[in-house]
C-alpha cells in the first residue's frame, strides 16, 4: 500500500514537471537558433498529430488515437496491481510511462495539440517534451526489467531461484 501511494507521488511530480515545463515554453515561446553540441535546442511547437506530426491533418484519427490512449492508461493501471503487483522495478517503470502519457493527454484534451519544445532532431528524434523522456524511459527500463531483472524475467542475471534451489539440493546429496 504505501509503495502504491509513493508510486502515486511520483507519477503526480512527474506529471507536474512535464505541465509547467510545457507552459513555461509555450509562456515564453522558447526558441534557439543553434544546437547545443549539435543535438539539443529548445523550440517551440504545437502538435497536432503523433511523433513527427504524423496524422496531424486528420482530427477523426486523432479522436480515435485519444481515445485509445484513455484505454492504455487505464490498461497501465490494471497491469500495475495485477500482473506487475510483486515486481517493484517494474512497477516504477510503469509509472514513468503513465505519467508521460497522462502529461501527453492532458495536452490533446485540453489544448487540442501536444506541446513540444525540446529539439532533438539531429538524433533523429523530432521535437519531443518532458513526458515523452518518461514514455520512452519507463518502457525501456520495463523491457530490460523483463528481460533481466528478477526471478521471473527471460533471461535473469545472476542466479535465479530455481537454480539456487538445484544448487542447494546437489550439495546436499554429497
Known amino acids: 500500500m504505501i509503495f502504491s501511494l509513493v508510486c502515486a ?3 503526480l511530480a512527474l506529471i507536474l514537471a512535464d505541465q509547467l515545463t510545457k507552459a513555461l515554453a509555450e509562456a515564453f515561446h522558447v526558441f534557439q537558433s543553434d544546437y547545443f553540441l549539435g543535438l539539443i ?3 517551440y511547437v504545437e502538435n497536432t498529430g503523433l511523433p ?3 496524422l496531424g491533418d ?3 484519427i486523432m479522436k480515435v488515437i485519444t481515445a485509445f490512449t484513455v484505454v492504455m492508461m487505464v490498461g497501465i493501471v490494471v497491469l500495475f496491481f495485477t500482473v506487475f ?3 517493484s522495478p517494474a512497477r516504477v517503470a510503469l509509472v514513468f510511462i503513465e505519467a508521460g502519457g497522462i502529461g501527453n493527454l492532458i495536452d ?3 489544448f487540442g495539440s501536444v506541446r513540444d519544445f525540446v529539439d532533438v532532431s539531429p538524433t533523429g528524434f ?3 517534451n518532458l513526458a515523452d523522456f518518461f514514455i520512452t524511459f519507463g518502457a525501456v527500463a520495463l523491457f530490460i526489467i523483463l528481460l533481466f531483472v528478477g526471478k521471473d524475467a527471460v533471461f535473469p542475471l545472476g542466479k ?3 537454480a539456487q534451489e538445484e544448487e542447494g539440493a546437489a550439495g546436499n546429496d554429497e
Open 9 to 11: 507521488f511520483i507519477a
Open 41 to 43: 535546442r529548445l523550440n
Open 52 to 54: 513527427w506530426g504524423w
Open 58 to 60: 486528420n482530427p477523426e
Open 85 to 87: 503487483k510483486k515486481n
Open 108 to 110: 490533446r484534451v485540453v
Open 126 to 128: 523530432g521535437i519531443c
Open 160 to 162: 535465479n531461484k530455481k
